[in-house]
């Protein structure tokens, strides 16, 4: 097996989603593969993974509204020293995904038509965030 | 590393699961590995996959009604356009998986003795979905 | 793509998490590799993984109540006949992960520095729980 690795860096503005897609894309680029697996993980508890829709943007703003209900600050939380948002961002976290495998076909990241990558900021401020993106073919 | 990927399609009939472990088995069987990387991909973001237990059915039936209790179609979600069964769908696929991956060993996928691979279709009316098994070795 | 794959048995005690990432590290180890994939796979449908913050313990706490909360006992689970502890075992599993990939970068798993890898006992009592894990590189 070849393996190709990177850490790519994504700065985020706060709670909401980053299309990581094309910055994905670009390491399968410098892979220089046909067939391979596309391995993407965070390195972070509070900032989380998912394969989601890419056409309405409303979609996305459902399913924060959504993940927050579920996981919302006002619940007294025991860990609190980070902050509210902390926890809930922890929580929201383990229900998402912290990798993602994808497969790759000619060179393409074979995502359905309605699919991107995105990273998913679940605290209130934004952050630096590392994803290790390993291309293995 | 050899790479053998198929795409393979299952026929949904609306909500609930599917389960695909013997295409994906057959894809193994063909990919002729000994000791391998099983990834199992879905193209869509409104129906997702779940490794569950394959003895009893109504753990799926309970699985099925708690997630949407999670995740109502009563909600005031603000895309509808597709109707009320999609935002919900999308929401219940990203509380779930888009890739999963299982150990090969021996020529067979190494799932638990209660373990079975399942498309969960989360749409009310059936639907044709795209997996992409790969099998790396 | 050489592939070095081993079962790690843990003995759990209970609701709560068990830190894996030694156990996980020490099969890196014996894989003798640089740069690779590490797949853990859960072989289980009522115990799961997650990987998660390894400095607060109470981070776990709260993650254990709210998941408990999201998917209590109390609720009129179809499925009864193995106690009423073991259907919400299969709900919270199925919203966590039952494989996980971890890059591996000069030897180690490239986990963030408040990154740990946990099994997640769900059911009420201790048991036996079997990882299967693969380093593909």
């Given at each position: 097996m070849?393996?190709?690795?990177?850490?790519?860096e994504v700065r985020t503005t706060g709670p909401g989603f980053v299309d990581v897609t094309?910055?994905?894309?670009?390491?399968?680029?410098?892979?220089?593969?046909?067939?391979?697996?596309?391995?993407?993980?965070?390195?972070?508890?509070?900032?989380?993974?998912?394969?989601?829709?890419n056409a309405d943007p409303?979609?996305?703003?459902?399913?924060?509204?959504?993940l927050s209900d579920l996981a919302p600050e006002a619940r007294p939380w025991e860990h609190d020293a980070e902050g509210p948002d902390d926890m809930p961002s922890?929580?929201?976290?383990?229900?998402?995904r912290t990798s993602?495998?994808?497969?790759v076909v000619d060179g393409r990241l074979a995502l359905g038509t309605w699919q991107a990558i995105y990273l998913w900021?679940?605290?209130?401020?934004?952050?630096?965030?590392?994803?290790?993106?390993?291309?293995a073919s």
């Amino acid at each position: 097996m070849a393996i190709h690795q990177e850490v790519v860096e994504v700065r985020t503005t706060g709670p909401g989603f980053v299309d990581v897609t094309r910055k994905v894309q670009a390491v399968v680029d410098r892979a220089n593969v046909k067939n391979a697996l596309c391995v993407v993980f965070v390195q972070h508890t509070s900032a989380s993974l998912l394969v989601q829709e890419n056409a309405d943007p409303a979609v996305l703003r459902d399913l924060g509204k959504w993940l927050s209900d579920l996981a919302p600050e006002a619940r007294p939380w025991e860990h609190d020293a980070e902050g509210p948002d902390d926890m809930p961002s922890h929580a929201r976290s383990a229900v998402t995904r912290t990798s993602e495998t994808i497969p790759v076909v000619d060179g393409r990241l074979a995502l359905g038509t309605w699919q991107a990558i995105y990273l998913w900021e679940h605290r209130r401020q934004g952050h630096g965030r590392r994803l290790v993106v390993s291309v293995a073919s």
